[in-house]
């Protein structure tokens, strides 16, 4: 039986690709964070709805961002605040913008699934492939542990599985 690790192969691979780029110098771990780091971790996967060629889930991580600070200050608290808010700018700039693609199957401007070969989704999209649909930060919880700021970001995002 053939099937796609959307979760990983979209969700979390696709969170990844974005943060690499945006930040080519830092860490981005799976395990723990080490030093300044952002750590990615599986929230949740949800069923939302059954469609007759598929399903609609809905998936969560948490998107962990440390700072080792020495001391807490003004400075240092405007440093993390200033990461975190070029990390919400980031997912508020990818969340529905490029098509969804699996297997044999897009998904067009209007929602409706149809087949297509890999080249024709390139060509009707400009080459970008989005993993997919109303990612968005949902929420920032901040918290001082000694010399350690620590911002924990909830990611959420909606997938059409087309089968």
Not at 2 to 15: E, M
Not at 119 to 127: A, F
Not at 134 to 160: H, K, P, W
Request: a negative charge; glycine letters at 6%; aromatic letters at 12%.
């Amino acid at each position: 039986m053939a099937y796609t690790n959307i979760i990983y192969d979209h969700v979390i691979d696709g969170v990844y690709d974005l943060m690499a780029t945006e930040f080519p110098g830092t860490q981005i771990r799976f395990d723990k964070n080490v030093g300044n780091s952002f750590l990615i971790l599986i929230e949740s996967d949800d069923f939302s709805s059954l469609l007759a060629n598929g399903q609609i889930r809905e998936y969560g991580l948490q998107i962990i961002y440390e700072q080792k600070v020495g001391a807490y200050s003004k400075s240092t608290l405007k440093e993390v605040t200033n990461v975190i808010e070029r990390v919400k700018e980031l997912f508020k700039d990818n969340t529905f913008e490029k098509s969804t693609y699996y297997s044999d199957m897009m998904l067009t401007e209007n929602w409706e699934a149809v087949n297509k070969n890999w080249e024709d989704v390139v060509d009707t999209w400009g080459g970008e492939i989005q993993r997919w649909i109303d990612g968005r930060i949902t929420s920032v919880e901040y918290e001082q542990d000694g010399d350690i700021l620590r911002a924990s970001l909830n990611f959420q995002c909606t997938v059409m599985e087309v089968t």
